[in-house]
């Protein structure tokens, strides 16, 4: 359905056909849909989904919109969204409004409610415990699997899951999983202790979610379970949670590769001001550093002086030097967050580049070469000069921008920081050097 479709039909309050259109369509094309509307029209709309659909639509909307939906609903609409909602999902919709807000709906909610969303934001953000949800299905040992599927068909909670179900000591330490399929193909009289399987991996309520997300990569799980300090099963994790983090941590790690202060917030959810403020530290701090450039200019004025064509190929120079090392950072920052290399990698990382450089810049100087001799018709000695500083260049260019991101992580930094304009900001004041100190061995200035 179109979205001039749907305000016609709301504006002409045939919404007995809204609601007809609705049951053919899925929750998240629904969203799409009814959170272009205005706030008034958007309220109208929501009102007209389905209860057993209508918190899973509100999940699925971009967070300005939900929190607008929130403040616009009344008490007791706002109340039954959130007591549908998985509890990580409501724990995020909380994190994001002010606590007058906080308090006013924890006030209406379920005990229950309340217990799960206060103990999810008590863990620090990015963790695995604020990340997992509270709605799974837990089995006591010693049962077998007639009163598993019992308890299990008895248990109200809307589980997030149904891939493993958990079995427990009585104190909730986690002592194995049983599939659904096990359930059903095994005989009903079975103790569940004899056919759990043993879980090789749990994810501690501390760590963090860029490694929460690893583990998924790494053992291709649909979801795990998370543990407290000693061992008791506290929530799970599933992948699309894990979906949300990869792309979360992949945008982080783009801005700050492009020197961009990293925001929660989408592009066009970013006002003005606030774009100004993350952008405009990184840009003074780099006009700062690049007048280095400058200075290095000044310095050898009376060489560019007696040799004017000089400063035609200080641009390319620059610019290939700083291509050169980005495309290293790049290459080794990703590697870096995929965990394909570590510190301990760093000698085999920095060869395999001097290696890759030598090539790269071998090819662009020959190229080079022949155009400043063909084409420019400079001098043999003018050519010689830009080619073997084109050649250095390239070797220090990737050198930096395939150990700094390296030593940036074992100091504790994110490498996403060593990026393209911090490299070549360095590069450029190292092809000024290596150019005016091979010109004035060679010329003789």
Same mark, same amino acid.
Request: include cysteine.
């Given at each position: ?354 290696? &890759?450089? !030598?090539?790269?810049? %071998?090819?662009?100087? /020959?190229?080079?070469? =022949? *155009?400043?001799?063909?084409? $420019? ?16 260049? &390239?070797? !220090?260019?990737?050198? %930096?921008?395939?150990? /700094?991101?390296?030593? =940036? *992580?074992?100091?504790?930094? $994110? ?22 100190? %091979?010109?004035?061995? /060679?010329?003789?200035?």
């Amino acid at each position: 359905m179109e979205l001039e479709i749907l305000k016609e039909l709301l504006a002409g309050k045939k919404y007995q056909d809204i609601k007809n259109i609705y049951k053919d369509m899925n929750e998240f094309d629904i969203a799409e849909l009814i959170e272009e509307l205005p706030e008034e029209e958007l309220v109208q709309a929501f009102r007209l989904l389905p209860k057993n659909i209508a918190s899973d639509v509100f999940t699925n909307m971009e967070d300005e919109v939900q929190k607008n939906l929130i403040n616009a609903l009344t008490n007791k609409e706002a109340t039954s969204i959130i007591e549908d909602m998985y509890s990580d999902d409501a724990a995020d919709l909380f994190e994001e409004m002010p606590a007058i807000m906080i308090s006013k709906l924890l006030s209406n909610v379920s005990k229950e409610t309340r217990a799960n969303i206060n103990r999810l934001l008590r863990y620090p953000e990015n963790s695995a415990g604020s990340l997992m949800a509270m709605e799974y299905i837990h089995l006591k040992k010693g049962l077998t699997i007639k009163q598993s599927i019992e308890r299990i068909r008895k248990q109200k909670d809307d589980f997030v899951t149904y891939d493993s179900c958990y079995v427990t000591d009585n104190e909730r330490h986690i002592l194995g999983y049983v599939t659904v399929k096990d359930l059903l193909i095994n005989d009903p009289d079975t103790i569940i202790d004899d056919i759990m399987q043993e879980i090789e991996h749990v994810v501690p309520t501390l760590m963090n979610q860029e490694d929460v997300a690893h583990m998924f990569q790494d053992y291709d799980y649909s979801s795990m379970p998370v543990v407290d300090m000693e061992n008791r099963l506290v929530g799970i994790i599933t992948i699309d949670d894990i979906i949300d983090v990869i792309e979360e941590e992949t945008t982080e790690d783009i801005e700050k590769m492009a020197a961009i202060t990293p925001s929660d917030k989408t592009y066009m959810n970013t006002g003005v001001f606030a774009t100004f403020f993350k952008r405009i530290p990184w840009l003074l701090l780099l006009m700062i550093s690049a007048t280095f450039t400058g200075g290095i200019i000044t310095h050898f004025e009376s060489a560019l002086a007696s040799y004017v064509v000089l400063t035609a190929f200080i641009p390319m120079l620059m610019d290939t030097g700083g291509n050169a090392g980005s495309q290293a950072s790049v290459s080794v920052i990703r590697s870096l967050s995929l965990n394909e290399i570590e510190y301990k990698d760093t000698l085999r990382v920095i060869w395999k580049e001097l290696r &890759v450089s !030598v090539l790269c810049g %071998i090819v662009l100087a /020959l190229a080079n070469f =022949a *155009k400043l001799v063909l084409l $420019d018709r400079v001098g043999m000695t003018i050519a010689a000069v830009v080619c073997l500083t084109l050649v250095i260049t &390239v070797c !220090v260019a990737k050198f %930096i921008g395939s150990s /700094l991101p390296i030593l =940036a *992580k074992r100091l504790g930094f $994110d490498p996403a920081v060593m990026a393209s304009p911090f490299i070549t900001t360095i590069v450029d004041a190292c092809s000024l050097i290596i150019y005016f100190k %091979i010109a004035s061995i /060679l010329l003789g200035i």
